[in-house]
């Protein structure tokens, strides 16, 4: 989709669903992961956008895709989980492909999710005090 439609399609999909439901004060869009995704919502929000990166160590996010058991993540070796997450964070075909690394450079605040779901939403609830 990213080919035909450019970077930031999935940003411009969101930015509709949001400006149609303007009666909410904060919307949450996750999985951003090209600088393109970020670039649209920053046009289109402005001030009111920030981004935040949310990042765990490599055997961290490796022990939760084997807990979640998901088709096709739970037989990744740790190597081939490495390789895997290795070509997201660089990008490998230009703009269209999904460059994290890039990506979380942008982002306006960072939280570490090496803990609990718990701690994590502690986090999130702390940050959104401080920018909401």
Same mark, same amino acid.
């Given at each position: 989709m990213r080919l035909k439609h450019g970077p930031g399609i999935f940003s411009k999909m969101c930015v509709e669903q949001i400006n149609a439901q303007r009666d909410k004060t904060v919307a949450l869009v996750s999985g951003i992961r090209t600088p393109g995704e970020v670039t649209e919502l920053q046009k289109a929000f402005c001030k009111n956008f920030f981004l935040i990166g949310v990042d765990s160590l490599i055997e961290i996010r490796y022990a939760r895709i084997k807990q979640r058991a998901r088709a096709g993540e739970n037989v990744l070796s740790l190597e081939q989980f490495k390789q895997s997450e290795?070509?997201?964070? %660089?990008?490998?075909?230009?703009?269209? $492909?999904?460059?994290? $690394?890039?990506?979380? %450079?942008?982002?306006d605040y960072k939280i570490d999710n090496n803990g609990s779901e718990a701690e994590l939403n502690k986090k999130i609830e702390a940050l959104l005090k401080k920018i909401t």
């Open positions: 290795e070509l997201e964070m %660089k990008g490998t075909t230009g703009v269209h $492909s999904q460059n994290i $690394s890039a990506t979380m %450079k942008m982002a």
